[in-house]
């Protein structure tokens, strides 16, 4: 009868340390962003969820983290007590970023600074402009909302030397490849072994017979005797004719 009379005490007494530690040693923290709507939340480094949130967090003091890609990084610190709940509200600042960065910034036709930088902008259209040395220069307009939920796009620099290359490739005439086929015969002396384009053929007297239509490198080589190399060309349904006269080393 005693024992069961000290374990039921001793369960009240949990019972009632257990709640005076949630509720002296604990409080809660309520965490929003205005913007934008679903940012990350880190307390002490540990992510524990997204805006809005409530949490409980034991009493002493937090460093607190709210952050989401394309915005500026907000972080402060709390002090929990176990008294009455505390709220942070927070509005992350955009961060005008371009690829690659330190390119100047005009916003609406005035300068703001140069990327990768944060800026506060209320609700609205906006047109943005990014320069820098040597690329060309980028503009487009963004529309901000009241309810901001994605960061402002990053800014595609493209250097100009690439950009005059794609536009010389655009306006270039196009040449039609060269259909057809012909025939090249090769004689030398004294006999030689025939490559072209670097691919061996066999032996003079030589034909070439279903050659396509275009320019090659013919070469003649033998052992003792100097290597002679020349261009030719087949044009369709002609015999080319090339006669080689190879020189001793």
Do not use: C
Not at 31 to 41: F, G, K, T, W, Y
Not at 96 to 108: D, R, T, W, Y
Not at 216 to 222: G, H, P, R
């Amino acid at each position: 009868m005693k024992l069961g009379i000290v374990i039921l005490a001793s369960i009240f007494l949990m019972v009632v340390f257990g709640g005076l530690y949630f509720y002296v040693f604990t409080g809660i923290v309520t965490v929003n962003s205005l913007r934008p709507l679903d940012a990350i939340v880190k307390v002490d480094d540990n992510e524990i969820g997204a805006t809005p949130l409530k949490y409980r967090l034991r009493s002493g003091t937090h460093t607190i983290k709210v952050y989401k890609e394309g915005f500026e990084t907000w972080e402060g610190q709390i002090g929990i007590s176990g008294t009455a709940p505390q709220t942070i509200s927070v509005q992350l600042r955009f961060l005008l970023k371009s690829e690659p960065p330190g390119a100047s910034v005009k916003i609406n036709g005035n300068d703001v600074g140069v990327t990768d930088m944060p800026i506060d902008l209320p609700s609205g259209v906006y047109t943005f402009e990014f320069k820098k040395q040597g690329y060309g220069k980028v503009k487009f307009i963004a529309e901000i909302p009241h309810n901001v939920n994605e960061p402002l796009p990053v800014a595609p620099l493209v250097l100009i030397k690439d950009i005059k290359a794609e536009q010389a490739e655009a306006i270039a005439p196009t040449i039609p490849t060269p259909t057809g086929y012909g025939s090249i015969q090769v004689t030398s002396n004294p006999d030689a072994q025939v490559y072209l384009d670097g691919e061996i053929q066999g032996e003079t007297p030589l034909t070439l017979s279903k050659v396509s239509v275009g320019s090659y490198v013919l070469k003649l080589s033998k052992e003792g005797y100097k290597d002679l190399k020349q261009t030719v060309y087949v044009n369709k349904g002609e015999t080319t004719k090339v006669a080689g006269e190879l020189l001793q080393q």
